[in-house]
């Protein structure tokens, strides 16, 4: 238990709940006044016990304790000449004696646990998270957009669509710019009555990707595939090259570039043709030979040759027929089949104009930047095999 010193007060050990007791029969209350007068305790002691009273005020202090059946009285009076106490005498080791010392020293230790604590002594608060209260209202969980209503112009054909594929057609739409030239949107183009013929053959060509299954950055690159094809347009040397249909004014010129080991080009040989003649157009075969076959250069100067006897097309689809079985020797054969003179033949596959003709088909596909067969041009632009009856009409 801590107690005051010469320095001051501790109470560093003082138990806080003894500072606070004082039994109504032994200890009286104690109080210390401020100012210029001091007040001095008198104790007076009897058999049991002591009552002390102070009293503050500008005359002095008083103080009063009784304790058992004799009980003592002390006043203590304060004034300009100060004040005089008296102190009963004690037996040493009497109960009387421990009493006062214990009274003493309590009174001593609750003056020093009556200060107030500064900011070092006080613990600060800590906070206390408040935990989630059941029925406690939450934020609510922001609500997705609503999609746009489909509004699909009355001119693209999109009766073979599902909703989700409309919905894709749309989202392209908006997102791409007028192929006119305008500034509005690839949809709004449509939609409106000065739309241009190439933004509505883009159109058919994004709803015919759609249905074909692509997803909408594959559609968005065929259509930027298309414009680029629209912007550069070629010229192609088609003299002397074999052609089906009559060339004249006004008609849509096509001009092929095939392999005859391209599988591809087998299945389009046959209609391709026939488009063509149904649109009285023409259209001209140029030999691109792929490294990857090994025999089509050589069935591509087969078919020069065949055409200079006026049997093209006779050995032309006669080695599309045979086109998984083609060897050097068949090739041979086959022209023999075709009807063609085979010294004549044999003669014009060493002349170096033939190849001069290959060389020139090369070329060119180099010049276009042509990297597959079968690939199509109509009047200079290049189309895609299932877009040439469109562009035929």
């Not at 309590?106 to 006080?122: F, H, I, K, Y």
């Not at 002397?240 to 004249?248: I, L, M, R, T, V």
Request: a negative charge; proline letters at 6%; one cysteine or more.
């Amino acid at each position: 238990m801590g107690c005051c010193m010469a320095s001051g007060c501790s109470n560093d050990d003082a138990n806080p709940v003894l500072s606070r007791l004082a039994p109504a029969t032994v200890l009286a209350e104690a109080k210390a006044a401020e100012g210029d007068a001091v007040a001095r305790a008198k104790a007076a002691e009897g058999d049991t016990g002591a009552r002390a009273k102070a009293a503050e005020g500008d005359t002095g202090a008083r103080a009063k304790a009784a304790e058992g059946d004799t009980g003592a009285r002390a006043k203590a009076a304060e004034g300009d000449t100060g004040a005089e106490a008296i102190t009963p005498r004690v037996r040493s080791g009497s109960p009387t004696r421990i009493t006062v010392l214990a009274f003493l020293m309590l009174t001593q230790c609750v003056c020093g646990s009556n200060s107030r604590p500064t900011d070092t002594d006080a613990v600060a608060p800590q906070p206390i998270a408040e935990a989630a209260r059941p029925g406690t209202a939450t934020a609510p969980e922001p609500k997705p957009e609503p999609k746009p209503a489909l509004s699909l112009p009355a001119t693209l054909d999109t009766k073979d669509l599902d909703e989700h594929e409309k919905a894709l057609l749309q989202e392209v739409l908006e997102e791409q710019y007028d192929p006119c030239g305008k500034s509005r949107s690839f949809l709004d183009s449509l939609r409106a009555a000065d739309s241009c013929d190439e933004a509505k053959k883009l159109g058919a060509l994004a709803v015919q990707k759609i249905a074909d299954g692509l997803s909408k950055k594959q559609v968005i690159q065929e259509l930027l595939k298309e414009q680029s094809r629209w912007a550069s347009k070629m010229d192609f040397d088609v003299k002397d090259s074999p052609h089906h249909g009559e060339p004249g004014l006004g008609k849509k010129v096509v001009v092929e570039f095939f392999d005859y080991q391209c599988p591809h080009c087998k299945l389009t040989a046959k209609t391709a043709a026939e488009l063509v003649e149904k649109a009285n157009a023409v259209i001209y075969y140029k030999m691109l030979p792929l490294e990857i076959h090994p025999v089509a250069k050589g069935a591509a100067l087969a078919a020069l040759a065949a055409h200079r006897q006026g049997k093209f097309f006779a050995l032309h689809d006669l080695i599309f027929e045979h086109q998984e079985a083609l060897t050097s020797e068949l090739v041979r054969v086959l022209a023999s089949k075709a009807g063609l003179d085979m010294a004549k033949f044999d003669a014009d596959l060493k002349d170096p104009t033939l190849t001069k003709m290959l060389e020139r088909d090369l070329e060119e596909s180099v010049r276009a930047k042509i990297d597959g067969t079968p690939t199509f041009y109509v009047d200079g632009y290049q189309v895609e095999y299932d877009q040439l009856e469109a562009a035929l009409k």
